[in-house]
């Protein structure tokens, strides 16, 4: 199959339904190609997590040591690079789509992420933040492309899709449960740079892996460049080489933004709000143009895809306190045992790997029983159980000790409620977009999908600053942020209730520290479970815009 090269029709077709197959026969009742970018993905996402357990406590504890506010400087550098690491993906989507193909793009993003990592290991501010440009610009072409690939191994209304998106998320967790235990050790014992050198060489792994898996042509033929670009020039340039290089030179734009992030993220000039609404705005149009020259069941398919945005959206803002609030909380608050601090991010993917191959048998019992729940249901019960994921660390703030912390169990266990919601939600969206999404459109559809992780990011880290001072002591900012959060008379009342105390009341400074944490946790639980009954209340309708696709 090659790509097809017409405009956006009337109507157009599954993104699973053309095209799928299964090159090279199958392993364990999958496609062999699922698990050649099973390991390519392992590996990457080694790399990014790497390097995320690394960041928060490196610029707290080291680049940022001496200054007053740094762990708030530690938070905006954080948001900064989550939303952005997340706002390429909507735009390399769309370039694969209709430019230089899947194929190319994860090659070309895989490359870059391994510049960018290497160069990690040098101890520079400048090159620090030229080293997050090019994980930005990388992931942007590497990430919605990959399993944009997975997607077209079946056809549409494959029950085995769900049950192999499950299958290749157990790859991401597991680069994702090695790499805080790897790259945290390295970084604490040994220097930071080793554990970002150690993230590198995970990224140059998993571009080695696709590379083979496409010279052997596992993949087939889908994802190739379209043959309308193939042998386009612009100034006597192949167009496929003028996008490498203005990717290249798009770095020290995306190094500015994120050096930059107290300006940026939740300062006076607003300019990444601006970035992030632009976008939003710019993919609204175009997702309307689709919907109003498609048929009635594309469009309400592409609908659907929006309203499972949003509510991945918020599951997102709210889990993405583990690799800030969640890892300085583990940091100052919790009595840890085997684990340092970095290393606790290891935990969410651990019951990953242990969980996923059982949730996979799961789903697929329940189908053969006809009792599997729909897509929104899923949804619902994922956001709920994050909620109670929240209300247990919470909770610990009922039982810290004189020193103001408190016992493992709680992180243990908060964990194990967090991830067992986001094996109901995230690998089950994931298969949802490439099958509801057009084909034409499944990598940019993909890269919308994980613009709502821009969006969460840049909540996360309004969330994250809250932490610092509950509201109370931090100025403007600090008050700015609770407002985001929920409106204080109302939700301080609730948090209050739930932790037993207010941090004001706190008898010691770790004691009112552990407080702040806990009431914004607390907060997280109460929102997350108003969400979860609403996808829960608007399921029918969803399920019947899906036409036939649970």
Same mark, same amino acid.
């Given at each position: 199959?090659?790509?097809?090269? +017409?405009?956006? !029709? *009337?109507?157009?077709?599954?993104?699973?339904?053309?095209?799928?197959?299964?090159?090279?026969?199958?392993?364990?009742?999958?496609?062999?190609?699922?698990?050649?970018?099973?390991?390519?993905? /392992?590996?990457?996402?080694?790399?990014? =997590?790497?390097?995320?357990?690394?960041?928060?406590?490196?610029?707290?504890?080291?680049? @940022?040591?001496?200054?007053? +506010?740094?762990?708030?400087?530690? =938070?905006?550098?954080?948001?900064? =690079?989550?939303?952005?690491?997340?706002?390429?993906?909507?735009?390399?989507?769309?370039?694969? +789509?209709?430019?230089?193909?899947?194929?190319?793009?994860?090659?070309?993003?895989?490359?870059?992420?391994?510049?960018?990592?290497?160069?990690?290991?040098?101890?520079?501010?400048?090159?620090?933040?030229?080293?997050?440009?090019?994980?930005?610009?990388?992931?942007?072409?590497?990430?919605?492309?990959?399993?944009?690939?997975?997607?077209?191994?079946?056809?549409?209304?494959?029950?085995?899709? +769900?049950?192999?998106?499950?299958?290749?998320?157990?790859?991401?967790?597991?680069?994702?449960?090695?790499?805080?235990?790897?790259?945290?050790?390295?970084?604490?014992?040994?220097?930071?740079?080793?554990? &970002?050198?150690?993230?590198?060489?995970?990224?140059?792994?998993?571009?080695?892996?696709?590379? #083979?898996?496409?010279?052997?042509?596992? #993949?087939?033929?889908?994802?190739?460049?379209?043959?309308? #670009?193939?042998?386009?020039? /612009?100034?006597?340039?192949?167009?496929?080489? /003028?996008?490498?290089?203005?990717?290249?030179?798009?770095?020290?734009? %995306?190094?500015?933004?994120?050096?930059?992030?107290?300006?940026?993220?939740?300062?006076?000039?607003?300019?990444?709000? &601006?970035?992030?609404?632009?976008?939003?705005?710019?993919?609204?149009?175009?997702?309307? =143009?689709?919907?109003?020259?498609?048929?009635?069941?594309?469009?309400?398919?592409?609908?659907?895809?929006?309203?499972?945005? %949003?509510?991945?959206?918020?599951?997102?803002?709210?889990?993405?306190?583990?690799?800030?609030?969640?890892?300085?909380?583990?940091?100052?608050?919790?009595?840890?045992?085997?684990?340092?601090?970095?290393?606790?991010?290891?935990?969410?993917?651990?019951?990953?790997?242990?969980?996923?191959?059982? &949730?996979?048998?799961?789903?697929?019992?329940?189908?053969?029983?006809?009792?599997? !729940?729909?897509?929104?249901?899923?949804?619902?019960?994922?956001?709920?159980?994050?909620?109670?994921?929240?209300?247990?660390?919470?909770?610990?703030?009922?039982?810290?000790?004189?020193?103001?912390?408190?016992?493992?169990?709680?992180?243990?266990?908060?964990?194990?409620?967090?991830?067992?919601?986001?094996?109901?939600?995230? !690998?089950?969206?994931?298969?949802?977009?490439?099958?509801?999404?057009?084909?034409?459109?499944?990598? %940019?559809?993909?890269?919308?999908? @994980?613009?709502?992780?821009?969006? *969460?990011?840049?909540?996360?880290? /309004?969330?994250?600053?809250?932490?610092?001072?509950?509201?109370?002591?931090?100025?403007?900012?600090?008050?700015?942020?609770?407002?985001?959060?929920?409106?204080?008379?109302?939700?301080?009342?609730?948090?209050?209730?739930?932790?037993? *105390?207010?941090?004001?009341?706190?008898?010691?400074?770790?004691?009112?520290?552990?407080?702040?944490?806990?009431?914004? @946790?607390?907060?997280? *639980?109460?929102?997350? %479970?108003?969400?979860?009954?609403?996808?829960?209340?608007?399921?029918?309708?969803?399920?019947?815009?899906?036409?036939?696709?649970?």
């Amino acid at each position: 199959m090659t790509d097809r090269q +017409d405009d956006v !029709p *009337a109507e157009l077709d599954s993104a699973a339904g053309e095209g799928a197959f299964a090159p090279g026969g199958e392993i364990m009742g999958h496609p062999t190609g699922l698990f050649f970018l099973f390991f390519a993905e /392992l590996w990457e996402r080694f790399s990014f =997590y790497g390097m995320r357990a690394l960041l928060t406590l490196y610029l707290a504890t080291e680049l @940022f040591k001496d200054v007053a +506010d740094g762990k708030t400087i530690a =938070y905006e550098i954080y948001a900064a =690079y989550g939303s952005l690491v997340y706002f390429t993906p909507a735009l390399g989507g769309m370039i694969a +789509d209709r430019v230089i193909g899947h194929k190319n793009s994860i090659m070309l993003g895989a490359l870059l992420m391994t510049i960018g990592h290497f160069t990690m290991a040098f101890e520079s501010e400048s090159i620090f933040y030229l080293s997050l440009g090019l994980l930005i610009i990388g992931n942007g072409f590497f990430k919605p492309n990959i399993s944009s690939l997975v997607g077209g191994l079946y056809r549409e209304g494959d029950t085995r899709r +769900d049950g192999g998106f499950t299958i290749f998320y157990l790859g991401i967790n597991l680069g994702a449960f090695m790499a805080p235990l790897a790259c945290g050790y390295l970084g604490e014992n040994y220097g930071w740079h080793y554990g &970002f050198s150690a993230a590198g060489i995970g990224m140059f792994i998993g571009l080695l892996v696709f590379w #083979y898996g496409r010279v052997k042509g596992i #993949y087939g033929e889908q994802g190739e460049q379209p043959l309308a #670009y193939a042998s386009k020039n /612009l100034g006597g340039i192949n167009v496929r080489y /003028l996008v490498y290089a203005l990717s290249f030179l798009s770095v020290p734009l %995306f190094a500015m933004l994120v050096s930059k992030s107290e300006l940026t993220v939740f300062g006076s000039t607003g300019l990444l709000q &601006f970035l992030l609404i632009s976008l939003l705005i710019l993919v609204l149009v175009y997702l309307t =143009y689709v919907c109003v020259v498609s048929d009635k069941i594309t469009r309400d398919r592409l609908i659907v895809v929006v309203v499972l945005t %949003f509510f991945v959206t918020v599951f997102w803002a709210f889990f993405e306190q583990a690799g800030s609030s969640l890892t300085l909380f583990a940091e100052e608050q919790v009595r840890l045992v085997g684990l340092n601090a970095s290393q606790t991010n290891a935990i969410n993917p651990f019951y990953i790997v242990a969980l996923a191959i059982p &949730f996979s048998m799961m789903w697929n019992k329940l189908e053969s029983k006809k009792m599997n !729940p729909n897509t929104m249901i899923k949804f619902g019960l994922g956001i709920g159980q994050l909620g109670v994921g929240f209300l247990v660390f919470a909770l610990s703030a009922r039982f810290m000790d004189d020193e103001g912390k408190v016992g493992m169990i709680f992180l243990l266990v908060g964990y194990l409620l967090i991830t067992s919601g986001e094996l109901f939600l995230s !690998p089950i969206g994931l298969s949802k977009v490439t099958e509801l999404s057009p084909a034409k459109l499944v990598a %940019f559809m993909m890269g919308v999908w @994980f613009l709502s992780s821009s969006f *969460a990011h840049y909540i996360a880290g /309004l969330i994250a600053k809250l932490t610092t001072g509950g509201g109370h002591g931090e100025g403007e900012a600090s008050e700015a942020v609770a407002e985001v959060v929920a409106e204080p008379s109302v939700m301080a009342s609730l948090a209050r209730w739930i932790t037993g *105390a207010s941090a004001d009341e706190a008898a010691t400074a770790s004691a009112a520290n552990l407080l702040n944490y806990t009431s914004v @946790f607390a907060q997280i *639980a109460i929102i997350s %479970f108003v969400v979860a009954a609403i996808a829960l209340l608007i399921s029918p309708i969803i399920k019947r815009m899906m036409h036939g696709i649970r």
